[in-house]
C-alpha cells in the first residue's frame, strides 16, 4: 500500500493557472467525499516559483493513511501571453493551422484513427470561419443598403462597411468565447510549434519539471511518484518525462518507480503530424525504456480524446520495438455519473473532456481523486481496478 505519494500533474490549453485548478480541487474533492467516506484534507496553495506550485493532502480510511505532494506546473503566463495577443494575429494562426492540417495530409491521418476527434477539429474550424463569414456578410449589407439608400461617397461607404462588420464581429465574440473557439483555436498553432522542435513557451517548463522529477526520484521520499497530463498536457507530460529521462538515465531504475498517466490524451492528433520529429522522438524514446508504465486513460463518451486508439501505434512505434508498459485504460463515464448528468453534459464537449480530473457521482474503477489520494497505486488501479473496488466496498 502506498502511504507516500509525489504528483505531478501538467494540465492542458487552460489559462486559468495554479489557482484556477487548486479551487477546482478544493471544489471537487468535496463532491468526492460524498461518495467515498474517507477523511481528507487539502493544504494551502503554495507557489515555489513562476514554473511551479504544490499543495499538500492528507488521506486517511480504514487501516490506511497517505500523505500526497501534488507539484503543478504553471503554463499559465505562457498561455496568457498568448491569448492575450491581437486578435487579427490569433485568427491569422488559426486560419494557418486549419489549412496546414490540409496540405500535410494530418486531418486525413487523425480522421483515419478517430473520425470523432477529427469531427471535433472540422467543427471548430467552421465555427470560427463562419464567425468570419457572418460579420464579412454583415459588413457587405451594410455597404449595399447604404448605397441603395443614402448617396454617400464611396469611401465613406467601405468605412460604414468595415465598422459594421467589427462590430457584429465583436457582438458575436461573447458566444465564441462561450464556446471557447478562440481558446482552442489559438492552442493548436503552438502546441504544433512545439511538437515540430520550434522555441516555444513549453521548454522552460518542461525543463524546469524534468529536473523537480530527477531530484524527487533520487531523494527516495516517496513511495510513488505519478507525472500526470491531462488533454494537451499528455504531450507535454510525456515530454518531460523523455526529457527527465535525458538528465537522468537511470531515472525509471530508482526507488520509487515513475508512472506516467495521461488523461484524455491529445498525443495522437500531434504526432499524426508529418512534421512532428520532436515529439515522435520524445514518444520513441519513452516507448524503449523497459522499466516505464504508461496508464493512458480514454473514454468513448469523451470526443476530445483518442477513444480505442494505441498512442504508440499513432506515433510510429511498431510493436516490436516498444519495450515498455503500455496500459490502456478504458474509462467508462456512465459507471461514474447518473444518466442525468450524462444526458446534461454529453453536447458539452469540455466539460465532459474534464471529467478526467474531476469527482465522480458513484464508486467506479476509475476516480480521479481516488487515484491521488488513495492507497492502491495507479498500476494496480489500471489493472485490477475492479477487484480494488470490490476489496473497498
Request: glycine residues 6%; proline residues 4%; contains cysteine.
Amino acid at each position: 500500500m502506498v502511504k507516500r505519494r509525489h504528483v505531478f500533474y501538467v494540465g492542458g490549453y487552460d489559462a486559468q493557472g495554479a489557482e484556477g485548478y487548486y479551487r477546482l480541487f478544493v471544489r471537487e474533492s468535496k463532491r468526492f467525499l460524498k461518495v467515498w467516506p474517507i477523511e481528507l484534507h487539502v493544504g494551502d496553495l503554495r507557489i515555489d516559483s513562476d514554473d511551479l506550485a504544490y499543495w499538500n493532502i492528507e488521506s486517511a480510511g480504514p487501516n490506511w493513511q497517505v500523505a500526497i505532494r501534488y507539484e503543478f506546473l504553471r503554463l499559465e503566463h505562457f498561455l496568457r501571453a498568448n491569448l492575450a495577443q491581437p486578435l487579427t494575429r490569433q485568427l491569422a494562426r488559426a486560419a494557418w493551422w486549419a489549412v496546414d492540417d490540409l496540405i500535410t495530409g494530418a486531418l486525413w491521418r487523425i480522421s483515419r484513427s478517430s473520425w470523432r476527434f477529427a469531427l471535433h477539429l472540422a467543427y471548430l474550424q467552421l465555427v470560427l470561419v463562419l464567425w468570419i463569414a457572418v460579420a464579412a456578410a454583415g459588413g457587405s449589407l451594410a455597404a449595399v443598403l447604404t448605397m441603395h439608400f443614402v448617396n454617400l461617397p464611396t469611401p465613406i461607404t467601405i468605412a460604414i462597411a468595415l465598422v459594421a462588420g467589427v462590430a457584429i464581429f465583436m457582438l458575436l465574440r461573447p458566444l465564441a468565447d462561450r464556446w471557447f473557439i478562440l481558446q482552442v483555436a489559438n492552442c493548436w498553432p503552438y502546441i504544433r510549434e512545439f511538437a515540430r522542435g520550434k522555441a516555444t513557451g513549453y521548454d522552460r517548463p518542461i525543463d524546469i519539471l524534468a529536473a523537480r522529477i530527477v531530484a524527487a526520484a533520487s531523494a527516495n521520499e516517496a513511495d510513488e511518484l505519478v507525472v500526470i497530463g491531462h488533454s494537451s498536457g499528455g504531450a507535454i507530460g510525456a515530454a518531460v518525462v523523455a526529457r527527465a529521462l535525458e538528465l537522468d538515465p537511470d531515472l525509471f531504475r530508482h526507488h520509487p518507480r515513475l508512472v506516467l498517466m495521461t488523461l484524455g490524451s491529445l498525443l495522437p492528433a500531434l504526432t499524426l503530424h508529418p512534421a512532428a520529429d520532436r515529439l515522435r522522438g520524445a514518444v520513441r524514446r519513452l516507448a524503449m525504456e523497459r522499466s516505464l508504465v504508461w496508464v493512458d486513460c480514454q473514454s468513448r463518451k469523451d470526443w476530445l480524446n483518442f477513444w480505442d486508439v494505441d498512442p504508440l501505434e499513432a506515433s510510429g512505434v511498431e510493436l516490436g520495438q516498444r519495450r515498455c508498459s503500455l496500459r490502456i485504460w478504458q474509462v467508462r463515464f456512465r459507471e461514474m455519473l447518473s444518466p442525468d448528468s450524462i444526458r446534461r453534459m454529453q453536447w458539452n464537449l469540455l466539460r465532459m473532456h474534464y471529467q478526467f480530473i474531476m469527482a465522480n457521482e458513484a464508486r467506479s474503477p476509475y476516480d480521479f481523486f481516488m487515484l491521488v489520494c488513495g492507497p492502491a497505486s495507479v498500476t494496480d488501479w489500471a489493472s485490477a481496478g475492479r477487484d480494488i473496488l470490490a476489496a473497498m466496498l
